[in-house]
Structure formats: C-alpha cells, structure tokens
C-alpha cells in the first residue's frame, strides 16, 4: 500500500510563497507521475500540477507562473513551490500517485 504524507501548509498574505512536499512510501515512486491537486470549500478538487518520472512538468492555466512542481526521487519527495500567492489559492492541498492520495495541507491565503 503507498502512504503520501503532505506537509509544508499554512497561512500566508497574499503576495507570499510556500513550498509544500509529499513524502511516498516505496520504490514506485521514482516510476510514478506525480500529481498535485487542489478543493477549496464548496468546489470541486482540481489539478493543480503534474511531474513525470522523467520530470516533465504540466500546469493549470490559473497557476502556471507561480508555481513550480519538481521531484527528488532520492528522497522520494514531491514539492509543490507556491510564489506570488492568491486568496483564491487558499484550498486543501492533495497530492496524487495513481489511485492514491495524501492528507491533504490547508494552505490559507490572506488578503
């Protein structure tokens, strides 16, 4: 079973950066695409970001700019680096290894 264990949320301003990262239990890990999505309160949960094993990188149009996915498969982590944050930005964080997923981190945005 893969366990995922987000961390790295929090509150910020607006203007502000956070990274956040996502620890995988197991060797798939460096064979996986990893997968960053989003759910604010009352939406639906949606992608956010997404790295393959060789590291090619695909972002939704809301965040492509600001964020920047990037992987260490030494360390079997994902991170997720948030710059120039939005109070639309502010929703739980999840990541994603196929059928598999974190936690989730509160990332809260203040205007």
């Known amino acids: 079973q893969v366990q995922l264990v987000e961390s790295g949320g929090g509150l910020v301003q607006a203007g502000g950066s956070l990274r956040l990262s996502c620890v995988v239990s197991?060797?798939?890990?460096?064979?996986?695409?990893m997968t960053w999505y989003r759910q604010a309160p009352g939406k639906q949960r949606e992608l956010v970001a997404t790295?393959?094993?060789?590291?090619?990188?695909n972002y939704a149009d809301f965040v492509k700019g600001r964020f920047t996915i990037a992987r260490d498969n030494a360390k079997n982590t994902v991170y997720l680096q948030m710059n120039s944050l939005k109070p639309e930005d502010t929703a739980v964080y999840y990541c994603?290894?196929?059928?598999?997923w974190g936690q989730g981190t509160q990332v809260t945005v203040s205007s």
């Open positions: 790295i393959t094993s060789r590291e090619s990188t």
């Open positions: 197991g060797d798939i890990f460096k064979i996986a695409t």
């Open positions: 994603n290894l196929f059928k598999s």
